[in-house]
């Protein structure tokens, strides 16, 4: 499940200077605006891969970061974007039905490694909505993504990535799309639900893993998904990771409070308050670019900011209300975390700037008033680009280090 509903494919618009019919920034923006092994004492000797990663706007035209990966045998090629507020994989199969037919799609028939999965197995019953379709033994299953959904067999091949081979990986085989938000090489879904990667690989890598995410506007694969405890940084800073057992998939903090400039402002407890009744709360995630604060906490960044800027806002584009229309100095933002954890956000990471004339805006925005988001505080990608960012279930952390990786 990806949070980005509003901002799915908000971003590709803002930056699009090679296109060849340019139009408004503002024209740009409302159209796209169509909108989530074991023991440690034997983890020391575990594997390490070290998985370049590259924004998807200019490979895929998506808003999401995508790694190089393999399926079946022999081989077949995809880009699949990551995210952490997803569980399941998936991949276009032939025949696929709303499926861009510009990418690759797999095809079963040439991997000798494939099966279906059956119903009445148990990975059938850890998928969204399992179905078991009239005349046929293989399960399938449905779910949404951003504006978009679709239909999936369940299966099992080889998955690749860097060195590593993952057998009998257990995922979707698209069988039709509805919409036009579904990356279109495929997910792989980085949460912590039972059919995960992370738990489909923890005899493998310890349930740990980290990312750095380069630049939105770099062309390049700078950034690295790295896998297993070995070559985590070791002295990156830390706080506690929480599990909320209404969504626990997702990977939840306790952001404590927020600082524009060197003033903490002054936000209600409750608007940062972990509630696993409601699902409130923040978590971490990379499949949405920009960062969502519930309203209470938004409102007060939003109005610190811009008294510290000074300058007349320009009319709202799109999502974005706070945008400005001249040069202005950002002051900083900073998020604070349980443990004395703080993350400041260089200007790259807060303001988005147009190809097309002057206009800036504060990449930040409000939740819905209402809603099962409402509650939550979304930290997205934009917010943690060049930064290494550590998940380490084992011992219950969440780690944050500045690291440059964009190239």
């Keep these: 499940m990806s949070f980005s509903l509003l901002f799915l494919f908000l971003f590709l618009l803002l930056i699009t200077s090679t296109s060849s019919t340019p139009r408004s920034y503002a024209d740009l923006l409302l159209a796209r605006s169509i909108h989530d092994k074991p023991h440690i004492?034997?983890?020391?000797?575990?594997?390490?891969?070290?998985?370049?990663?590259?924004?998807?706007?200019q490979l895929l035209q998506i808003p999401n970061y995508v790694i190089r990966a393999q399926i079946g045998t022999p081989p077949q090629s995809f880009l699949l974007a990551i995210d952490t507020s997803n569980d399941a994989a998936w991949i276009p199969c032939t025949s696929c039905v709303g499926c861009p037919s510009s990418n690759p799609s797999f095809s079963p028939s040439h991997s000798t490694t494939f099966r279906a999965i059956p119903c009445g197995s148990s990975q059938c019953s850890q998928v969204p909505n399992p179905a078991c379709p009239t005349g046929q033994t293989s399960c399938a299953f449905n779910m949404s993504y951003g504006g978009?959904?679709?239909?999936?067999?369940?299966?099992?091949?080889?998955?690749?990535?860097?060195?590593?081979?993952?057998?009998?990986?257990?995922?979707?085989c698209l069988q039709q799309v509805t919409g036009s938000s579904v990356p279109p090489q495929g997910l792989l879904g980085l949460g912590r639900g039972p059919l995960s990667f992370l738990s489909q690989t923890k005899n493998l890598y310890g349930s740990?893993?980290?990312?750095?995410?380069?630049?939105?506007?770099?062309?390049?694969?700078t950034g690295t998904l790295r896998l297993g405890p070995k070559g985590q940084p070791q002295k990156i800073k830390t706080t506690p990771l929480l599990t909320n057992p209404r969504r626990p998939s997702l990977y939840y903090v306790n952001m404590v409070g927020i600082r524009v400039g060197k003033k903490v402002l002054p936000i209600p407890a409750s608007s940062f308050a972990f509630d696993p009744n409601t699902g409130g709360g923040t978590i971490i995630d990379a499949g949405t670019m920009f960062?969502?604060?519930v309203v209470p906490a938004y409102t007060a960044v939003r109005d610190e900011f811009r008294r510290r800027v000074k300058v007349p806002v320009a009319p709202p584009l799109g999502?974005?209300?706070?945008?400005?229309?001249?040069?202005?100095?950002?002051p900083t933002i900073t998020f604070m975390f349980d443990g004395g954890i703080t993350v400041t956000l260089p200007e790259e990471n807060s303001m988005i700037r147009s190809s097309f004339g002057s206009i800036t805006c504060l990449a930040m925005a409000a939740q819905p008033a209402t809603g099962v988001n409402s509650v939550l505080n979304v930290i997205a990608n934009m917010q943690q680009q060049n930064?290494?960012?550590?998940?380490?279930i084992p011992n219950s952390r969440v780690g944050f280090a500045r690291e440059p990786c964009t190239a």
């Excluded at 034997?42 to 924004?55: D, E, G, K, Y």
């Excluded at 209300?321 to 040069?327: I, L």
């Excluded at 930064?387 to 380490?392: A, E, K, N, T």
């Design 319 to 330: 999502g974005f209300d706070t945008c400005y229309n001249t040069t202005i100095t950002a």
């Design 291 to 293: 960062t969502m604060l």
């Design 208 to 221: 740990v893993f980290s990312y750095c995410l380069p630049s939105f506007r770099s062309v390049n694969f």
């Design 41 to 57: 004492s034997s983890l020391a000797s575990a594997p390490r891969s070290f998985v370049p990663i590259a924004p998807g706007r």
């Design 148 to 172: 978009s959904s679709f239909q999936a067999g369940l299966v099992q091949d080889s998955l690749t990535l860097a060195s590593d081979v993952v057998t009998s990986y257990t995922f979707g």
């Design 387 to 392: 930064h290494r960012v550590l998940f380490d």
